[in-house]
């Protein structure tokens, strides 16, 4: 019989047991927690700016209740989510944190009360923020992501005061202390404690925000810490809500609450009788449930020793062997995943992946390394299978892996689950029905099905995913491979992009990085990333300006020098730009449903976006207002890197020239 099933059985027996034994003899934490909290401390509890206000039927306000509506759909499955609505000057940012023990239907409720609470309390406010019973939300007209702000704590004490409060304060201090330096280095930035005091027990918890790094978390849960001693070391309990973080401390569980009840319970025969239901109830369901689980248990088991059966007479290298070293890589590559997390992002069985892909059949293959798959609910899902001969396979399958598990956007494409078995390593995503967008542009029937129309919505969709990625998320993130056979295209010919095996992530303040390993695909590699083993977020800007050149010609960049008419397709598209022939790159598939300014104006912040000095491209915030303010002045675009790639020294500016920085609030720093 399954361990698991054990364990739970007897937890829950336990639990009962200790609730009883707290209903016979109260203590001074379960009288604190029926009788004594103080409801004028109770959440919600705000803070507003008196300096900056909105008018009513502004645009501030129309973008405020837009991000209002995406924070509050995303958080019935994920506990932090921060993004930003509109554009400057009426740009808003926002975020929400639910406590890490909180389920996704109570984070969804009280992000939505906390959205219609801090309207209420902050009526008008261009900057406020408000602390809920499960969560915290903030909002701003100022760019705060991955910011620490400690100004304008909000503690709160329980009006029961402890019996000893120098000894209880040096107590709740080292709980907290040692709870904040867990935290600082915890994947979800949150940490308990149970600590005994005298005849009770301190029930502890501390969260940050996880757009912090780690040493901004423990600062603020330092700085926390040291509010609530100073206010509140007499109380029983306490909490405080800090822009960047949360803590709180009682006398009874609140992040697992037991329940309790408020009936006579003096006298051994309540508890016998207590006792005597429980024994009564409890041990026949327990036994039922024993069995139903053997009888499951052995049924899965014998079905399970028939699929291995089945597929190890296919071939010796599809056998379920669960080793020492899948059990290590698994344990070094995501620890710190809890079971809420385990539950959002599911192990697959290999040999059930196995078994459904006709032992990875070409028959059901997509494409480069993706097969089709069906699911148990008849759900089509897409199967990617790394390579498990390298140590560079180990390495992209944990990175895109740990990668994507953070970031959620609807022009990115979404990781279902995974599966590592010894040397085999598969990823599980969504099923895109029109594979990848160089399985249609690049194929002179398919290809017609990509109209002007459709050709603007996926390169605005690209942007978009590019965006949140260097921007938005709460992680600061290079693809390095971003290429037609990397966006996928689902049902409605929206782009996805995928594969982030190739990712890296930008810490703090940095704007670029080096490397000596040089990964991705040429022809769409920026020259100083190819040369120098430079990378930065106008990296995967230049690999953009490839990929929008590419669909509105439908001419593949790799092999255009064949053609002899120029070195590379930025290089014809250069000279026919200049020359004012621009025309010349149309599509010829898209006569009769293009606009011919419009097509100019993309092939212009096309060239931009290639242009030989990184220095001079833009952004994807900047490429994305180009995109949709269509009145918007360009400048003239830069020599674009066909030749030699060189990255300039950015105190070496052309005078002559307008810098496209001036449309960006970030730029790759000097060095």
């Known amino acids: ?44 509890d705000e803070l507003c700016s008196s300096t900056t206000n909105y008018t009513a039927g502004s645009r501030f306000e129309n973008n405020l209740k837009d991000l209002f509506l995406s924070l509050s759909s995303n958080s019935s499955f994920t506990r932090f989510y921060n993004t930003s609505s509109g554009n400057d000057p009426d740009r808003v940012y926002g975020l929400y944190m639910c406590f890490n023990y909180v389920n996704g239907n109570d984070c969804q409720s009280c992000v939505s009360l906390a959205t219609t609470d801090i309207v209420k309390l902050c009526p008008n406010s ?15 007209n100022q760019n705060f992501f991955g910011q620490l702000n ?90 405080l809500f800090s822009r960047s973080c949360y803590l709180r401390y009682e006398f009874y569980n609140f992040y697992q609450v037991l329940p309790s009840s408020t009936d006579n319970m003096n006298g051994e025969s309540s508890v016998r009788k207590i006792w005597m239901i429980i024994i009564l109830t409890v041990v026949p369901v327990c036994l039922v449930v024993v069995l139903i689980a053997f009888v499951y248990w052995l049924a899965m088991n014998k079905k399970s020793k028939k699929r291995k059966n089945e597929i190890a007479t296919q071939g010796p290298i599809f056998r379920t062997v669960h080793g020492q070293h899948n059990t290590d890589f698994q344990h070094q590559n995501f620890q710190g995943r809890n079971e809420q997390q385990d539950q959002e992002l599911p192990y697959f069985d290999f040999a059930s992946v196995s078994a459904a892909t006709d032992n990875f059949s070409d028959s059901n293959k997509l494409g480069e390394g993706a097969l089709a798959l069906f699911t148990s609910n008849g759900k089509q899902v897409a199967v990617k299978r790394l390579s498990g001969c390298s140590e560079q396979g180990s390495s992209e399958f944990t990175t895109e892996v740990l990668l994507i598990m953070k970031v959620q956007h609807k022009n990115l494409v979404r990781l279902l689950g995974f599966c590592i078995e010894r040397e085999e390593k598969l990823l599980i995503y969504e099923y895109m029905p029109n594979s990848s967008l160089d399985f249609s ?15 603007i919505n996926i390169i605005n969709g690209i942007a978009r995913g590019l965006l949140y990625l260097h921007e938005d998320s709460r992680l600061r993130i290079i693809h390095r491979d971003l290429k037609p056979s990397n966006v996928l295209l689902d049902n409605d010919m929206n782009p996805k992009i995928s594969d982030f095996g190739m990712a890296r992530i930008i810490e703090g303040n940095e ?25 930065s977020i106008k990296s995967d800007v230049y690999s953009f300006g490839v990929l929008l050149l590419e669909i509105i010609t439908g001419i593949r960049n790799a092999g255009f020098h064949q053609s002899k008419r120029a070195p590379s397709l930025l290089a014809y598209a250069w000279k026919l730009w200049n020359e004012g022939k621009g025309l010349e790159l149309m599509d010829p598939l898209l006569t009769n449903s293009f606009s011919s300014d419009e097509f100019l104006r993309y092939i212009h912040i096309g060239l931009l976006c290639v242009q030989e000095d990184a220095y001079y491209r833009p952004t994807m915030f900047s490429v994305v207002q180009m995109l949709k303010a269509q009145t918007m002045t360009l400048c003239r675009p830069e020599r674009p890197a066909f030749s030699v790639g060189r990255f300039t020294d950015h105190y070496e500016t052309n005078p002559n020239s307008c810098s496209v920085n001036g449309l960006t609030s970030s730029g790759v720093l000097p060095r």
């Not at 509010?227 to 509140?232: E, F, K, W, Y």
């Not at 398919?446 to 050709?455: C, H, P, V």
Request: charged share 20%.
């Open 1 to 44: 019989m399954p361990h698991f099933l054990i364990y739970e059985i007897t937890k829950f027996i336990f639990w009962l047991a200790r609730g009883t034994a707290r209903v016979a003899k109260p203590s001074e934490a379960l009288i604190y927690e029926l009788a004594c909290a103080d409801p004028l401390n109770d959440p919600p």
């Open 126 to 140: 261009k900057e406020a923020f408000v602390g809920e019973e499960l969560c915290q939300f903030r909002y701003s």
């Open 150 to 239: 400690v100004t304008g704590n909000i503690p709160k004490q329980n009006e029961v005061n402890i019996s000893e409060p120098q000894l209880f304060k040096g107590v709740v201090n080292n709980v907290l202390s040692n709870l904040a330096k867990k935290a600082a280095f915890d994947p979800n930035m949150y940490a308990t404690r149970e600590e005994p005091f005298k005849d009770d027990t301190i029930y502890a918890l501390v969260q940050c925000s996880t757009d912090l790094s780690a040493n901004q978390c423990n600062s603020c849960l330092q700085k926390a810490i040291s509010d609530i001693q100073t206010c509140c070391f007499f109380s029983v309990g306490a909490r």
């Open 441 to 455: 542009l690049f194929d002179a029937n398919r290809r017609e099905q990509l109209n002007w129309s459709r050709r």
């Open 511 to 535: 704007h670029e990085a080096n490397t000596a390993k040089i990964v991705g695909t040429y022809g769409y590699m920026a020259p100083e990333y190819a040369m120098e083993g430079l990378y």
